[in-house]
């Protein structure tokens, strides 16, 4: 018969009762859910977006040219990122200067907002283009006489009787 030193028996059985005790000790994860769960998500366009837009109005403001431009979202899907390049050009079609305007994250179907681009003054400044572009692809602009800039439209007051 084999017999077992009293200290590696204890040693054993301590050992035993410790991982028993840690394993009694660690707790349940939560079970993992969706963050979307229940709601409705409509992927961002890929390709081609069409967008109605009104014509820009651009003004000197502070030694600056602002160009505001609305734009309304007419695609079946959301636009990322929907960008205006504006590219100044001289009488004589030398390109002067530019900038970018943007709409940072997703412009819902049917919603409308105001793109402004600010662009240094310069007194060669003669005419000018923009172009228009979304993080997933290209745009076809759509010129309409008016859109509602939710934004711009006031309060409404309160009638007196």
Known sequence: MIRVPATFAATLIGAS??????????????????????????PPIRGQADVEFTKPVTKKEKGEVVTRIVV????????PRLTVSETWYSKDSQMVGGSKGYI???LQPGEVKTIEIH??????MSSNNWNFSHANGTVKTHLV???????A???????KK
């Open 17 to 42: 009762l410790l991982a028993s005790t840690i394993h009694a000790q660690t707790a349940q994860t939560p079970p993992m859910t969706s963050v979307l769960a229940g709601k409705k998500f409509t």
């Open 145 to 151: 006489k008016s859109l509602d800039d939710p934004a």
């Open 153 to 159: 439209k006031p309060a409404p007051t309160k009638k």
């Open 119 to 124: 662009t240094p003054y310069d007194p060669k």
């Open 104 to 106: 940072n994250g997703l």
């Open 72 to 79: 309304k979202n007419i695609s079946n899907a959301p636009i």
